[in-house]
C-alpha cells in the first residue's frame, strides 16, 4: 500500500510534465531519507516526444540522468551541451539552472531515468525567467 504522501508526488510532477512540452513523466519511487532530515529520493523516468524539448528550468535538488532509449542533449548554465546516448550520464547540482534539455531526433522519442535528491515535498520543477 502506497503511503498518502507518494500520492502526491505526481501532482508535482503533472506541473513539471505540461511544461516540458509533452514530455511524459512517469514517478517510479519516492522515499524519505532518514539519515538526511527533510530530504526524499524521488525517482521518475522521462519520455521526450521526437523533437522536444523543456523550458529553462531549475530542480533545486541532485538530478542524477541516466539515458534509457535515443539521445538527449542537455545543458546547465555556464557548462556545454552535451548530447548523450542510452548508458551515458549527467548531473545536475541544487543551484544549476538547466538551459537546454530536449530530444537530439526530431523522428525518434527519447527516455531517460532521473534520480533526485531535494527537500521532502518541494516541487520538481521550477521555471526559470
Same mark, same amino acid.
Given at each position: 500500500m502506497r503511503s498518502s504522501r507518494f500520492?502526491?508526488? !505526481?501532482?508535482?510532477?503533472?506541473?513539471?510534465?505540461?511544461?516540458a512540452q509533452? @514530455?511524459? /513523466?512517469?514517478? $517510479?519511487?519516492?522515499?524519505d531519507?532518514?539519515?538526511?532530515?527533510?530530504k526524499e529520493g524521488l525517482m521518475i523516468t522521462?519520455?521526450?516526444? !521526437?523533437?522536444?524539448?523543456?523550458?529553462?528550468?531549475?530542480?533545486?535538488?541532485? @538530478?542524477? /540522468?541516466?539515458? $534509457?532509449e535515443g539521445s538527449v542533449v542537455m545543458q546547465v548554465k555556464?557548462?556545454?551541451e552535451v548530447t548523450l546516448t542510452p548508458g551515458q550520464t549527467f548531473y545536475e547540482g541544487p543551484n544549476d539552472i538547466h538551459m537546454v534539455g530536449r530530444n537530439a531526433s526530431t523522428t525518434k522519442p527519447a527516455k531517460?531515468?532521473?534520480?533526485?535528491?531535494?527537500?521532502?515535498?518541494?516541487p520538481v520543477l521550477l521555471p526559470v525567467k
Open positions: 500520492l502526491l508526488v !505526481p501532482a508535482f510532477l503533472i506541473g513539471g510534465a505540461l511544461m509533452d @514530455a511524459q /513523466v512517469t514517478p $517510479l519511487m519516492s522515499k531519507l532518514a539519515d538526511f532530515p527533510g522521462v519520455v521526450y516526444p !521526437p523533437g522536444a524539448s523543456d523550458p529553462i528550468h531549475r530542480h533545486n535538488a541532485h @538530478a542524477f /540522468v541516466y539515458v $534509457l555556464g557548462g556545454k531517460f531515468l532521473v534520480f533526485l535528491v531535494k527537500n521532502k515535498n518541494a
